[in-house]
């Protein structure tokens, strides 16, 4: 731009950030115009501007490969134990399922959705805004979507918030207190599909798969599923009166999770891997080891529907659901008021239609709707810690536009319970 006699620092930044915008602004100036190489050269630049010059590049560059080809993220949770544990610091490729360009482009570089809460006078607000609003897009990708990858996706049920338990599902909340409850104690958001929370399950479902979950046994296409040798699940132990030292099972490697102990003081709850329940089974003090299973009706005390599709003409559980087809681009289904809780947010909250339902017949966009065929792929997210993950169970299909990358590998991984850092994880692959 020097070349055009621009050398402000405010021309550059607007011609890197916004050049789209910028540039073809500038070609209609009738000012603008080429001064050659000895003209342009007479300009030297300050120490103050050189430095501002190498931040904002780096600034940029960070962004870009951030937001398009590599990206650090942090496991909060332990919903992938124990593949992944909290404390695990990961790098997730963008580009292996093809990277998105953003719907939301003006955003605080660095953040995600908010600014951090120890951020003077705007810590916990919103770092972006919707000014410029692009579509789904992706550049060309690596590959696709295989079957038991660690992905990591923007939570699709985040797509409304309660700002003040940001934990816990918008919609749940509705069914659990009412929706006038939480909009008059609570401050309700919307958020596009980039900003929503970033999470990491193990994809088991394709588009187009078969999928039943029974008694906890996940099949897919009629077949029993992959599963993971670190998975886990809740074990009931009943033991002699004897109890269980967390810190010394953790040491063991026999579980990482709190210990629950039941209104029997002789009973427990701990998560186990299929190995670990055979390691406690040894143990002279216990007497038996069983897996806990929700079957088919099984109420929930403190939450209102809480497993997919959320609806009380369905008595599914977490460990018994099914069979149902995971949805596929083009493909048409039979819509009717006892398919229609399946497909329901799909139509409506994923891809864009109006639905209502009156007089006991179904109208998208204000026409009658027996059918309906779907614009996108979606997939079944399931964390490894069965009993211990808020996924696909509880919240449904993960649409195509929501998949961020693909977990690559551990770079740091910190036991804070422990304060020591786990070498042994250090750069170890995720699969």
């Known amino acids: 731009m020097k070349l055009f006699g621009k050398v402000k620092f405010s021309e550059h930044f607007l011609g890197v950030v916004f050049a789209g915008i910028y540039l073809p602004y500038l070609a209609f100036q009738d000012d603008f115009k080429f001064i ?39 496991i909060p949770t332990s919903s992938m134990e124990q593949k992944l544990l909290v404390g695990d610091f990961l790098f997730v490729n963008k580009m292996a399922y093809g990277a998105r360009v953003p719907n939301t482009p003006m955003s605080f570089p660095f953040t995600h959705h908010s600014f951090p809460e120890w951020v003077p006078f705007v810590g916990g607000k919103k770092s972006y805004v919707e000014w410029v609003k692009f579509p789904y897009a992706k550049l060309p990708a690596m590959g696709d979507v295989k079957r038991n990858d660690c992905v990591v996706f923007n939570f699709p049920a985040g797509d409304t918030v309660v700002l003040e338990h940001q934990n816990q599902v918008y919609e749940q909340m509705i069914r659990d207190y009412g929706k006038d409850f939480v909009y008059s104690n609570f401050t309700v958001a919307g958020r596009p599909a980039d900003k929503q929370e970033n999470y990491i399950k193990r994809c088991v479902g394709l588009p187009g798969d078969k999928l039943q979950i029974v008694d906890s046994k996940l ?8 599963f993971d040798e670190n998975a886990q699940f809740t074990y009931k132990v009943v033991t002699d009166g004897t109890g269980f030292n967390e810190k010394t099972l953790q040491k063991k490697k ?7 102990q039941l209104a029997n003081p002789n009973e427990f709850e701990l998560t186990l891997t299929n190995a670990a329940a055979e390691q406690v089974k040894q143990f002279s003090y ?3 080891v069983e897996k806990v299973i929700e079957p088919l009706g099984y109420v929930y005390q403190f939450q209102k529907t809480p497993v997919f599709p959320n609806d009380t003409a369905y008595n599914w559980t977490r460990d018994n659901m099914g069979p149902f087809t995971i949805p596929k681009k083009g493909q048409t289904v039979k819509l009717d008021l006892n398919t229609l809780p399946l497909y329901r947010r799909i139509i409506h909250n994923y891809e864009g239609h109006d639905l209502k339902v009156e007089g006991g017949k179904i109208y998208i966009d204000n026409q009658v709707a027996d059918s309906y065929t779907f614009e996108m792929d979606y997939y079944w997210m399931m964390g490894d810690n069965r009993h211990n993950s808020l996924d696909s169970r509880f919240w449904g299909f993960v649409p195509e536009d929501h998949i961020v990358g693909k977990a690559v590998f551990v770079w740091l991984s910190y036991d804070a319970q422990l304060g020591r850092i786990r070498w042994e994880r250090l750069f170890s692959l995720v699969h």
Do not use: C, H
Not at 219 to 226: P, R, S, V
Not at 254 to 260: R, Y
């Open 36 to 74: 050659g190489y000895e003209e342009a050269a007479k300009y030297k630049k300050s120490t103050g501007r050189e430095w501002a010059d190498a931040i904002v590049f780096a600034v940029i560059a960070a962004t870009l490969i951030r937001g398009l080809y590599l990206e650090a993220f942090t």
């Open 219 to 226: 099949m897919i296409n009629d077949q029993e599923a992959y």
């Open 254 to 260: 026999i579980t990482t999770e709190p210990i629950q």
């Open 286 to 288: 216990v007497k038996s």
